[in-house]
């Protein structure tokens, strides 16, 4: 099992910034990717940015040149820095994670999520 805990949501005028972390801890894992979705109020959850093992980061266009995702490979953590935030990106962002899991000789791969945290820009 892998837990996800999140930190860095909150408050923020248009045009701030914030800073988003999200660790995963556990046993026995093997990470393959990590990112964050959000969701606004009576939407779904949709992708923000993905960075994969070895490979470069995706974004979705609306953030691009705006937010970007780092990981600390050491720390299995995972950043999301948002800049120029603008109303419209106000939503629930969760902290995703994809996983093998190889127990009894046997990987198995699995699709983890954080709790959420609120981002709220609004003046």
């Known amino acids: 099992q892998v837990q996800l805990v999140e930190s860095g949501g909150g408050l923020v005028q248009p045009g701030g910034s914030l800073r988003l972390s999200c660790a995963a801890s556990g046993s026995g894992f093997r990470i393959n990717a990590m990112g964050w979705y959000r969701q606004a109020p009576g939407n779904q959850r949709d992708l923000v940015a993905v960075i994969y093992s070895g490979g470069s980061p995706t974004y979705t266009d609306s953030v691009k040149g705006r937010f970007t995702i780092s990981r600390d490979n050491a720390k299995n953590t995972v950043y999301l820095q948002m800049n120029s935030l603008k109303p419209e990106d106000t939503a629930v962002y969760y902290c995703?994670?994809?996983?093998?899991?190889?127990?009894?000789?046997?990987?198995?791969?699995?699709?983890?999520w954080g709790q959420g945290t609120q981002v709220t820009v609004s003046s």
């Open positions: 995703y994670c994809n996983a093998d899991i190889e127990r009894a000789g046997t990987r198995m791969t699995y699709a983890y």
